[in-house]
């Protein structure tokens, strides 16, 4: 809480002024933000970063190292 002190009775008018400087970090947060979020859902930066890559991840083929029994 704020208190004042006042000797005698009257009128008295407080306010507060907001900073521009607030504003101006405010939008430089936005901006951040859409720049982290842009950057992280580019669908053609992840494709082709993964086009580069021929890994195969699963192989449901025996290997040529196995001996298979019949």
Not at 37 to 42: K, W, Y
């Amino acid at each position: 809480t704020v208190a004042f002190d006042i000797p005698s009775g009257g009128e008295i008018v407080v306010s507060y002024d907001t900073p521009f400087s607030r504003y101006l970090v405010r939008l430089m947060v936005a901006v951040a933000w859409v720049g982290v979020l842009l950057a992280a859902t580019r669908p053609e930066r992840r494709h082709r970063l993964n086009a580069d890559r021929d890994e195969t991840l699963l192989s449901f083929e025996p290997s040529a190292d196995l001996e298979v029994e019949a």
